[in-house]
């Protein structure tokens, strides 16, 4: 999950990822919090606050 945010994946990982986020709730929410993380973790280097709910 967190690769898919580092690099792009290639289309067997991505049809892999893919398969697995449809039966795993957990690491659905698990890439909702990866993304809120990047988004405040880039917010934090640019010095302000960002609106969270994007």
């Given at each position: 999950m967190s690769e898919s945010q580092e690099r792009s994946l290639k289309v067997r990982e991505q049809a892999r990822?893919?398969?697995?986020l449809a039966m795993c709730t957990?690491?659905?929410?698990?890439?909702?919090q990866l993304k809120i993380l990047r988004r405040?973790?880039?917010s934090y280097v640019k010095g302000?606050?960002?609106?969270?709910?994007?």
């Open positions: 990822l893919g398969l697995h957990p690491c659905r929410n698990f890439g909702k405040i973790s880039k302000g606050p960002e609106d969270t709910k994007k």
